[in-house]
Protein backbone atom coordinates (compact mmCIF):
# COMPACT_ATOMS: atom_id res chain seq x y z
CA UNK A 1 0.00 0.00 0.00
CA UNK A 2 1.55 3.40 -0.89
CA UNK A 3 0.96 6.31 2.16
CA UNK A 4 -0.84 9.43 1.77
CA UNK A 5 1.17 12.54 -0.11
CA UNK A 6 3.28 9.64 -2.16
CA UNK A 7 3.81 10.29 -5.48
CA UNK A 8 3.13 7.48 -8.11
CA UNK A 9 3.22 6.54 -11.66
CA UNK A 10 -0.56 6.24 -13.17
CA UNK A 11 0.45 4.53 -16.02
CA UNK A 12 -1.19 3.15 -19.51
CA UNK A 13 0.06 0.05 -20.65
CA UNK A 14 -0.18 -1.29 -24.19
CA UNK A 15 2.17 -4.73 -25.47
CA UNK A 16 4.00 -4.51 -22.34
CA UNK A 17 5.12 -0.81 -22.92
CA UNK A 18 4.22 2.28 -21.34
CA UNK A 19 1.71 4.05 -23.91
CA UNK A 20 0.87 7.31 -21.54
CA UNK A 21 1.90 8.24 -17.37
CA UNK A 22 0.75 11.13 -15.36
CA UNK A 23 2.59 11.68 -11.81
CA UNK A 24 -0.29 11.54 -9.06
CA UNK A 25 -0.33 12.35 -5.16
CA UNK A 26 -1.80 9.49 -2.98
CA UNK A 27 -4.41 10.74 -1.07
CA UNK A 28 -5.39 7.16 0.60
CA UNK A 29 -4.72 3.46 -0.70
CA UNK A 30 -7.01 1.30 1.12
CA UNK A 31 -8.19 -2.07 0.54
CA UNK A 32 -11.96 -0.77 -0.50
CA UNK A 33 -10.85 2.65 -2.17
CA UNK A 34 -7.61 4.21 -4.19
CA UNK A 35 -7.67 7.89 -4.32
CA UNK A 36 -5.06 9.69 -6.13
CA UNK A 37 -4.32 13.59 -6.93
CA UNK A 38 -3.16 15.11 -10.27
CA UNK A 39 -2.55 19.01 -9.77
CA UNK A 40 -2.59 20.96 -12.92
CA UNK A 41 0.22 21.69 -14.72
CA UNK A 42 1.73 17.88 -13.57
CA UNK A 43 3.86 16.55 -16.69
CA UNK A 44 2.50 13.78 -18.61
CA UNK A 45 4.46 11.29 -20.75
CA UNK A 46 1.78 11.14 -23.96
CA UNK A 47 1.87 9.97 -27.52
CA UNK A 48 1.31 11.98 -30.10
CA UNK A 49 -2.09 11.65 -31.88
CA UNK A 50 -5.16 9.56 -30.96
CA UNK A 51 -5.19 8.23 -27.68
CA UNK A 52 -5.77 4.69 -29.08
CA UNK A 53 -2.84 2.55 -28.80
CA UNK A 54 -1.05 1.72 -31.84
CA UNK A 55 1.52 -0.62 -32.95
CA UNK A 56 5.00 1.43 -32.92
CA UNK A 57 4.73 4.77 -30.38
CA UNK A 58 6.76 6.91 -29.24
CA UNK A 59 5.93 9.13 -25.98
CA UNK A 60 5.99 12.90 -25.69
CA UNK A 61 6.52 15.29 -22.87
CA UNK A 62 3.11 17.34 -21.73
CA UNK A 63 1.31 19.09 -18.89
CA UNK A 64 -2.15 18.17 -17.57
CA UNK A 65 -4.28 21.00 -18.09
CA UNK A 66 -6.95 20.30 -15.31
CA UNK A 67 -6.99 19.75 -11.54
CA UNK A 68 -8.28 16.03 -11.38
CA UNK A 69 -9.33 13.58 -8.03
CA UNK A 70 -9.01 10.00 -9.47
CA UNK A 71 -11.44 7.43 -7.34
CA UNK A 72 -11.18 3.91 -7.96
CA UNK A 73 -12.30 1.00 -5.86
CA UNK A 74 -9.63 -2.07 -6.34
CA UNK A 75 -10.62 -4.53 -9.44
CA UNK A 76 -13.61 -2.19 -10.93
CA UNK A 77 -13.85 -1.79 -14.34
CA UNK A 78 -14.10 2.06 -14.26
CA UNK A 79 -12.45 4.90 -11.98
CA UNK A 80 -14.15 8.18 -11.60
CA UNK A 81 -12.31 11.23 -11.72
CA UNK A 82 -13.55 14.43 -10.29
CA UNK A 83 -12.23 17.72 -12.11
CA UNK A 84 -11.88 21.25 -11.11
CA UNK A 85 -10.81 24.62 -12.65
CA UNK A 86 -10.63 27.90 -11.61
CA UNK A 87 -13.57 28.46 -11.12
CA UNK A 88 -14.32 25.51 -8.98
CA UNK A 89 -15.78 21.76 -9.48
CA UNK A 90 -16.58 21.10 -12.95
CA UNK A 91 -18.24 17.65 -12.78
CA UNK A 92 -17.22 13.95 -12.60
CA UNK A 93 -15.85 11.51 -15.36
CA UNK A 94 -16.69 8.18 -15.36
CA UNK A 95 -13.16 6.52 -17.37
CA UNK A 96 -14.06 2.62 -18.19
CA UNK A 97 -10.95 0.94 -18.21
CA UNK A 98 -9.42 -2.42 -17.54
CA UNK A 99 -9.13 -2.13 -13.79
CA UNK A 100 -6.19 -1.22 -11.76
CA UNK A 101 -3.11 -3.17 -11.00
CA UNK A 102 -0.32 -2.09 -8.72
CA UNK A 103 2.95 -1.84 -9.81
CA UNK A 104 6.40 -0.64 -8.85
CA UNK A 105 5.69 2.71 -8.88
CA UNK A 106 2.28 2.93 -8.65
CA UNK A 107 -0.90 1.57 -10.74
CA UNK A 108 -1.17 0.71 -14.07
CA UNK A 109 -4.33 -0.03 -16.67
CA UNK A 110 -5.78 0.28 -19.87
CA UNK A 111 -8.61 3.12 -20.96
CA UNK A 112 -11.17 1.02 -22.87
CA UNK A 113 -12.22 4.83 -24.58
CA UNK A 114 -15.61 5.10 -23.45
CA UNK A 115 -16.64 7.40 -20.71
CA UNK A 116 -19.42 9.16 -19.25
CA UNK A 117 -19.66 13.25 -18.22
CA UNK A 118 -21.59 13.41 -15.33
CA UNK A 119 -22.41 17.39 -14.30
CA UNK A 120 -22.88 18.90 -11.08
CA UNK A 121 -26.80 19.12 -12.27
CA UNK A 122 -26.92 15.18 -12.79
CA UNK A 123 -27.26 15.32 -16.39
CA UNK A 124 -24.80 12.40 -18.11
CA UNK A 125 -23.43 12.23 -21.48
CA UNK A 126 -21.59 9.40 -23.18
CA UNK A 127 -18.35 10.25 -24.76
CA UNK A 128 -16.10 9.16 -26.89
CA UNK A 129 -18.14 6.39 -28.75
CA UNK A 130 -16.45 6.64 -32.31
CA UNK A 131 -12.77 6.17 -30.24
CA UNK A 132 -14.65 3.06 -28.52
CA UNK A 133 -15.74 2.21 -31.83
CA UNK A 134 -12.46 2.90 -33.45
CA UNK A 135 -10.77 0.61 -31.25
CA UNK A 136 -12.56 -2.17 -31.47
CA UNK A 137 -12.11 -2.18 -35.21
CA UNK A 138 -8.15 -1.89 -34.52
CA UNK A 139 -8.03 -4.79 -32.27
CA UNK A 140 -7.49 -2.96 -29.01
CA UNK A 141 -10.59 -4.19 -27.29
CA UNK A 142 -12.39 -7.24 -28.49
CA UNK A 143 -15.83 -8.05 -28.69
CA UNK A 144 -16.37 -9.49 -25.58
CA UNK A 145 -14.39 -6.75 -23.50
CA UNK A 146 -16.74 -3.89 -25.54
CA UNK A 147 -19.70 -6.29 -24.33
CA UNK A 148 -18.35 -5.69 -21.13
CA UNK A 149 -17.50 -2.03 -21.06
CA UNK A 150 -21.23 -1.45 -21.67
CA UNK A 151 -22.76 -4.01 -18.85
CA UNK A 152 -20.15 -1.61 -16.66
CA UNK A 153 -21.09 1.45 -18.13
CA UNK A 154 -25.22 0.24 -17.56
CA UNK A 155 -24.10 -0.27 -13.71
CA UNK A 156 -22.51 3.06 -13.61
CA UNK A 157 -25.27 4.69 -15.17
CA UNK A 158 -27.99 3.00 -12.39
CA UNK A 159 -25.82 4.47 -9.76
CA UNK A 160 -26.06 7.53 -10.93
CA UNK A 161 -29.90 7.64 -10.86
CA UNK A 162 -29.42 6.17 -7.45
CA UNK A 163 -26.95 8.97 -6.54
CA UNK A 164 -24.47 6.16 -4.57
CA UNK A 165 -20.97 6.54 -4.14
CA UNK A 166 -19.07 8.03 -4.75
CA UNK A 167 -21.52 10.87 -6.50
CA UNK A 168 -22.90 10.87 -3.11
CA UNK A 169 -19.67 11.40 -0.70
CA UNK A 170 -19.01 14.73 -1.03
CA UNK A 171 -15.71 14.39 -3.16
CA UNK A 172 -16.77 17.10 -5.32
CA UNK A 173 -15.89 19.70 -2.02
CA UNK A 174 -12.82 18.14 -1.36
CA UNK A 175 -9.42 20.21 -1.52
CA UNK A 176 -5.67 19.00 -1.47
CA UNK A 177 -3.72 19.06 1.56
CA UNK A 178 -1.46 22.55 0.79
CA UNK A 179 1.77 21.26 0.79
CA UNK A 180 0.26 19.38 -2.55
CA UNK A 181 0.37 22.67 -4.89
CA UNK A 182 3.29 21.66 -7.18
CA UNK A 183 3.17 19.29 -9.13
CA UNK A 184 4.59 16.10 -8.85
CA UNK A 185 7.11 14.03 -10.59
CA UNK A 186 7.27 10.62 -12.42
CA UNK A 187 8.77 8.49 -9.73
CA UNK A 188 12.15 6.82 -10.98
CA UNK A 189 11.62 3.59 -13.11
CA UNK A 190 8.19 4.88 -14.51
CA UNK A 191 9.50 3.94 -17.78
CA UNK A 192 10.01 0.15 -17.30
CA UNK A 193 7.24 -2.34 -17.21
Do not use: C
Request: aromatic content about 12%.
Amino acid sequence: MFRNGDAVAVREIWKGRVWKARPYIVVHDRPDQIALYLPQGSPTKTPPGSGIPRDEWTLEDGEFRHEALRLTHPGAAHSVLLFWDAGGFVGWYVNFERPLTRSHVGFDYLDLELDLRVRPDRRVEVLDEDEFDEAQRLGVISPEEAASVWGEADRVRGAIARWDSPFRDGWETWRPHPAWTAAPSLPEGWDRV
